[in-house]
């Protein structure tokens, strides 16, 4: 995915055979914009329909433009550090400033290009954070971002938990992916889900392929 868009020329170094490239090495780059994102989690006992174990809350959003992405947003890091800039994103769009910091920090990459409008100028490096917290934090964000937000029902539609589990008929986590996402929301999403072991390898490759099948 994110070798297609590397251009010859452009400078590569160590460790970035995937497009990756560290925080440092990131904000190196001037003349790029720069937007910082966020997978906010926690452990939960609760069960759905009784049964099901729900096993994590793992909040995403549904975004003004109808695709699901991330808390978070732009960030000028001539005025503010990438995690005060996230942070202040997440006090708009969820009405709860939550703190994050650099240990939070998963990893930076160029955003794929939209066709026709790639240039060395305008290009935007995409950073993503994760960060784990209490169920009883995650049900105040979610309290918030549907009443106090300032961006709710702007730009952002509703927080939404992603499931985990998939049940009977198929549905669940395979469905979920089957969605549209912004950027590489998706598989910040899954490379995630797999880094954290909320999911298992053979689960995900499972729900992968079903949601190509069956809800393409
Ligand atoms: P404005 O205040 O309207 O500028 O929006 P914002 O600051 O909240 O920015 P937004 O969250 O839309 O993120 C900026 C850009 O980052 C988007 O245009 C996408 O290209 C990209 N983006 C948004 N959400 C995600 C996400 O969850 N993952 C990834 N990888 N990219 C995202
Ligand atoms: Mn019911
Ligand atoms: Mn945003
Ligand atoms: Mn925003
Ligand atoms: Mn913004
Ligand atoms: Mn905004």
């Given at each position: 995915l994110?070798?297609?868009h590397?251009?010859?020329?452009?400078?590569?170094?160590?460790?970035?055979?995937?497009?990756?490239m560290?925080?440092?090495?990131?904000?190196?780059?001037?003349?790029?914009?720069?937007?910082?994102?966020v997978?906010?989690?926690?452990?939960?006992?609760?069960?759905?329909?009784?049964?099901?174990?729900?096993?994590?809350?793992v909040?995403?959003?549904m975004?003004?433009?109808?695709?699901?992405?991330?808390?978070?947003?732009?960030?000028?890091?001539?005025?503010e550090?990438?995690e005060?800039?996230?942070?202040?994103?997440?006090?708009?769009?969820?009405?709860?400033?939550?703190?994050?910091?650099k240990?939070?920090h998963?990893?930076?990459?160029?955003?794929?290009?939209?066709?026709?409008?790639y240039?060395?100028?305008?290009?935007?490096?995409?950073?993503?954070?994760?960060?784990?917290?209490?169920?009883?934090?995650?049900?105040?964000?979610?309290?918030?971002a549907a009443s106090?937000?300032?961006?709710?029902?702007?730009?952002?539609?509703?927080?939404?938990?992603v499931?985990?589990?998939t049940?009977?008929?198929?549905?669940?986590?395979?469905?979920?992916?089957?969605?549209?996402?912004?950027?590489?929301?998706?598989?910040?999403?899954?490379?995630?889900?797999?880094?954290?072991?909320?999911?298992?390898?053979?689960?995900?490759?499972?729900?992968?392929r079903?949601?190509q099948?069956?809800?393409?």
């Amino acid at each position: 995915l994110l070798t297609q868009h590397r251009k010859k020329g452009e400078q590569i170094k160590k460790g970035m055979a995937s497009g990756q490239m560290s925080r440092d090495e990131a904000l190196e780059c001037t003349r790029c914009r720069h937007a910082c994102h966020v997978l906010l989690y926690s452990e939960t006992a609760s069960q759905l329909f009784g049964r099901i174990p729900i096993r994590y809350i793992v909040l995403m959003q549904m975004r003004f433009d109808g695709l699901l992405g991330f808390p978070g947003g732009f960030v000028n890091p001539l005025e503010e550090t990438l995690e005060e800039g996230l942070t202040r994103e997440l006090l708009e769009e969820l009405g709860v400033a939550v703190p994050v910091s650099k240990e939070d920090h998963v990893e930076s990459c160029f955003s794929p290009p939209r066709s026709g409008t790639y240039s060395s100028s305008s290009r935007l490096i995409l950073h993503f954070y994760v960060k784990k917290m209490e169920e009883e934090q995650i049900q105040e964000i979610e309290k918030a971002a549907a009443s106090t937000a300032a961006d709710h029902g702007l730009e952002v539609l509703g927080m939404v938990r992603v499931p985990l589990y998939t049940t009977k008929s198929g549905g669940g986590l395979s469905c979920f992916l089957s969605h549209s996402f912004i950027g590489v929301a998706r598989f910040q999403l899954m490379n995630s889900l797999l880094r954290l072991h909320l999911v298992s390898p053979g689960d995900l490759q499972e729900a992968l392929r079903s949601s190509q099948r069956t809800h393409a």
